[in-house]
């Protein structure tokens, strides 16, 4: 296991590695607002041989007797945000990726500034720089990548591509160069997707981020 995925699970979760089927732990860091400034009460991430599900303190000993009638995630899950707090929030699982070896592939984008002019609103949350594609001829937004900043340790990658410019590899470009920055900076690029997401699986695998039966779980992001 990669160092820096360990600093990052760490710190992002309040603890890691994993040591039974589901470590449900207590972590402050649950209370504090996330890379968006929110707050991300639930967090859970699983290898295939353990996991961690990572929830503010106050709420541990609820999901723990919850867990242990049915020793199901899937059943528990969808219950976790209202014990934590947050009853309108829903329940999220994702195919949890990462590298440290993105593929070599051409570079598609320019770095901007998010709140430079002509980069999308979408873009604009994640601050710091994103990597932007535009048509050179129109200067047209063709897609983008945003970078979640968790930690010093793991960045997580988000990639849109706008409904014209699809089909041209210019995801899987921009993920992989997105990528090798994060590395760079010293720090490990994650990649999410839901499992149903065929299009966003293929451009991880072509990025260079591999599917190691990894899952991500927990509250679905606030609106």
Do not use: C
């Not at 710091?128 to 050179?136: E, F, K, N, S």
């Not at 010093?152 to 410019?165: C, K, Q």
């Not at 760079?184 to 299009?199: F, I, K, S």
């Amino acid at each position: 296991m990669e160092r820096w995925l360990v600093e990052h699970l760490s710190h992002w979760l309040g603890g890691w590695p994993a040591v039974t089927e589901l470590d449900i732990i207590g972590a402050d860091v649950r209370d504090h607002p996330g890379w968006d400034g929110k707050i991300h009460p639930a967090i859970g991430v699983s290898s295939p041989e353990a996991g961690v599900l990572s929830l503010p303190p106050h709420a541990v000993t609820a999901a723990t007797k919850l867990y242990a009638e049915d020793r199901d995630l899937a059943v528990l899950g969808p219950r976790v945000p209202a014990l934590a707090g947050f009853p309108e929030r829903g329940w999220f699982t994702a195919v949890y990726r990462w590298t440290t070896r993105p593929e070599p592939l051409p570079d598609a984008g320019t770095w901007m500034a998010a709140d430079a002019p002509g980069v999308p609103d979408w873009l604009l949350p994640f601050g710091g720089d994103v990597l932007v594609a535009m048509d050179p001829a129109t200067g047209e937004h063709l897609a983008g990548v945003g970078i979640k900043r968790h930690d010093a340790y793991g960045r997580e990658l988000a990639v849109v591509t706008a409904p014209p410019a699809r089909g041209r590899g210019l995801a899987r470009r921009l993920v992989a160069q997105a990528a090798r920055r994060v590395l760079d900076e010293g720090a490990l690029p994650t990649y999410m997707h839901d499992p149903a997401n065929r299009a966003s699986a293929a451009v991880a695998e072509a990025a260079g981020f591999p599917d190691r039966g990894w899952f991500a779980f927990g509250a679905a992001e606030a609106r």
